[in-house]
């Protein structure tokens, strides 16, 4: 199988700007203390990056962003949904962005213990509240499968224990079933195709 090709940024190195290959990328980098650069799929993902800085792309997927040269593109506004947990079950946030901006428009946590799944299901219902208070119908993007699924069932079916601990998160999850149950009709929740698309624009990159 032929190897994909990737292009990489040098932002700071003998030379700076845009390679077609690593080894023309590496003979900048190699040595230089202090360089900044990162390997993109597409000339096109590669010089977007270039114009907008390391600033905005350091500890950040490569991917980030691939959804603006895709052939299919997400429906614009919307909004993306992303949790993150330390380990299966430790302390747990989520967060939402607009797809097109990445301005994070809301953000919970951390709470003291709570799972990845259990995050995703509410930054999904948050995100649904969040349009509904404003009138808007913009779709809600996620790229979990399980979530994704409470969601469309109107119930969280996750195996968190119910302890002290992980009182305030399940007492956001008896909101969050509420108000589905209360709005039976809502915004649409999509899948974010993450092969397509790269990562989704609100995660967290802990990955």
Same mark, same amino acid.
């Given at each position: ?7 990489? %940024? ?10 077609? =290959? /690593? ?6 980098? +190699?040595?230089? =203390? ?9 000339? +096109?993902?590669?010089?977007?990056? /270039?114009? +907008? ?8 997927? #490569?991917?980030?962003?691939r959804w603006r040269t895709a052939a299919r593109k997400p429906m614009l506004p919307g909004l ?5 947990a330390s380990g299966a079950r430790g302390p747990m946030a989520y967060r939402g962005v607009r %797809? ?24 999904? %219902? @948050?995100?649904? #509240? ?11 993007? =996620?790229? =979990? ?16 224990p119910r302890t002290p601990e992980t009182e305030a998160v399940w007492a956001l999850v008896a909101?969050?079933?509420? /108000?589905?149950?209360? @709005?039976?009709? @809502?915004?649409?929740?999509?899948? /974010? ?8 624009? #609100? ?5």
């Amino acid at each position: 199988m032929r190897e994909r090709r990737r292009f990489y %940024v040098v932002w700071k190195g003998r030379k700076t700007g845009v390679f077609p =290959s /690593w080894e023309a990328a590496r003979a900048q980098v +190699e040595g230089f =203390s202090g360089a900044q650069y990162k390997g993109f799929a597409s000339r +096109e993902e590669a010089e977007r990056a /270039w114009r +907008e800085g390391y600033a905005t792309r350091a500890g950040k997927p #490569a991917s980030l962003g691939r959804w603006r040269t895709a052939a299919r593109k997400p429906m614009l506004p919307g909004l993306a949904v992303d949790a993150a947990a330390s380990g299966a079950r430790g302390p747990m946030a989520y967060r939402g962005v607009r %797809v097109e901006s990445g301005e994070e428009v809301f953000r919970q946590g951390p709470f003291a213990v709570g799972t990845v799944n259990i995050g995703e299901f509410l930054a999904i %219902v @948050h995100a649904l #509240a969040w349009l509904e208070a404003r009138g808007l119908t913009w779709p809600v993007y =996620s790229d =979990s499968r399980v979530a994704r699924g409470w969601v469309a069932k109107g119930r969280c079916n996750s195996r968190l224990p119910r302890t002290p601990e992980t009182e305030a998160v399940w007492a956001l999850v008896a909101r969050a079933e509420a /108000w589905l149950a209360a @709005h039976p009709e @809502h915004a649409p929740v999509l899948a /974010w195709e993450t092969r397509l698309w790269g990562e989704i624009p #609100a995660d967290f990159n802990r990955k």
